[in-house]
């Protein structure tokens, strides 16, 4: 059967972290060899739909392959009783990685949602695409928000991350016209950001009330945002990447 083998994700034998109640950590994994792990529209929705659906103690309903259209998860009728093990921050998607913001909310949070994550996004892909083998380069990357410095900076690294599809030298500071920027950044739809401005996208998946408090409301973000954009230090979030 396509799709069986490698799609354990290998995320619960040998870590080294004791991930704690509370705590924010920053997730991020990329496709194995730096593959592409979207390759279409319904494949972002398909993880955005398990970024709501794994995130809960009950086992995962047992969905194969549909499209997402206009996936809203709060508008949805049959999960009255859900309880989510993580809290997600902000996140956003890249044709070949992702980067999740979370806090842990109860034991083993983050092992038990990236386990599902992992494996539900893997099955559906390799199904989808009639293929076997690993999708994931390993196991992810998940860094410890340590300090005030990095939980400030990450939300601003994580929300201009899909830059790289658009102006790929911005970490070089050449960019010329911050308007289209934003216009791009407000409307890629892979991402937190268009939430945080006000721009209704996929509420249902993160927890807004924790970051705004730090980040501050729409056009309070909007003006730090690209104030960011113009003077950041990425030595705060050094270990952002997955070099």
Not at 25 to 30: D, K, T, V
Not at 66 to 95: E, M
Not at 152 to 173: A, G, M, S, T
């Amino acid at each position: 059967m396509p799709g069986i083998v490698g799609l354990r994700y290998n995320i619960t034998i040998m870590r080294k972290e004791k991930f704690i109640n509370g705590e924010i950590y920053h997730i991020l994994n990329r496709g194995v060899d730096k593959r592409d792990i979207f390759l279409e529209d319904g494949d972002y929705f398909r993880f955005i739909h398990d970024l709501y659906e794994f995130n809960d103690e009950a086992p995962a309903s047992n969905i194969y392959y549909r499209q997402f259209q206009s996936y809203d998860a709060g508008n949805r009728k049959d999960r009255p009783n859900r309880k989510c093990i993580v809290d997600i921050l902000s996140f956003s998607l890249i044709p070949n990685h992702f980067h999740l913001l979370i806090r842990q909310k109860q034991d083993n949070g983050v092992q038990n949602f990236m386990k599902k994550l992992g494996t539900g996004y893997a099955n559906y892909f390799n199904n989808k695409n009639e293929r076997a083998g690993v999708l994931f380069q390993g196991r992810f990357k998940a860094v410890p928000i340590k300090s005030d410095q990095h939980l400030l900076h990450l939300p601003y690294y994580i929300h201009l991350n899909p830059l790289d599809l658009y102006e790929p030298k911005w970490r070089e500071r050449e960019i010329k016209d911050y308007k289209k920027v934003m216009k791009f950044l407000e409307t890629y739809h892979w991402s937190s950001l268009p939430d945080y401005l006000g721009i209704k996208n996929f509420p249902s998946i993160i927890n807004k009330n924790f970051l705004t408090e730090l980040i501050g409301e729409p056009l309070e973000y909007k003006k730090s945002l690209i104030d960011w954009l113009k003077d950041f230090d990425l030595d705060y979030i050094s270990d952002a990447t997955l070099e």
